[in-house]
């Protein structure tokens, strides 16, 4: 069910939806900075272009343009100095919700778990195992 919010731009009232998270002026004014901002890197001399000019020269903010590289309207492979941050750490990626770093790091924390999960269980297993053995008093 969509739900009435307030923009997070201008603080209106709009009926938030599943496609966009702006009222829908600001959804018009987001696109018309897109395609300025698409405009300036089809030039074949504005490709690399880092953030910070594409920012200067065409006026969107740079979480509009991690959004846009986030939801593949700017494709990385053709703009390489495009990306967004790590949901993790904040590293600009390309692709992805977690850089490789945070990954490599998951995997190892997710492997160190395994590894005292299975040397716990060893240990339960070893001391349900033992046998005492008393003397017997006649």
């Known amino acids: ?30 696109e018309e900075l897109y395609q300025k901002a698409y405009s300036f890197l089809r030039k074949r001399e504005n490709r690399a272009a880092t953030m910070e000019r594409i920012i200067e020269v065409t006026g969107a903010t740079e979480g509009m343009i991690h959004k846009w590289v986030r939801k593949g309207r700017l494709q990385p492979a053709q703009f390489p100095n495009l990306g967004y941050p790590c949901d993790r750490c904040g590293t600009i990626i390309q692709k992805g919700k977690l850089c490789a770093g945070c990954l490599q790091e998951i995997d190892s924390d997710l492997k160190l778990h395994d590894r005292e999960q299975s040397f716990s269980q060893k240990r339960e297993q070893s001391e349900h195992q033992r046998t005492y053995l008393g003397r017997r008093q006649d």
């Not at 969509?2 to 987001?30: H, I, Q, W």
């Open 1 to 30: 069910m969509n739900e009435v919010v307030n923009c997070p731009r201008c603080n209106e009232l709009y009926t938030k939806n599943a496609f966009r998270d702006v009222c829908p002026k600001c959804s018009r004014s987001e």
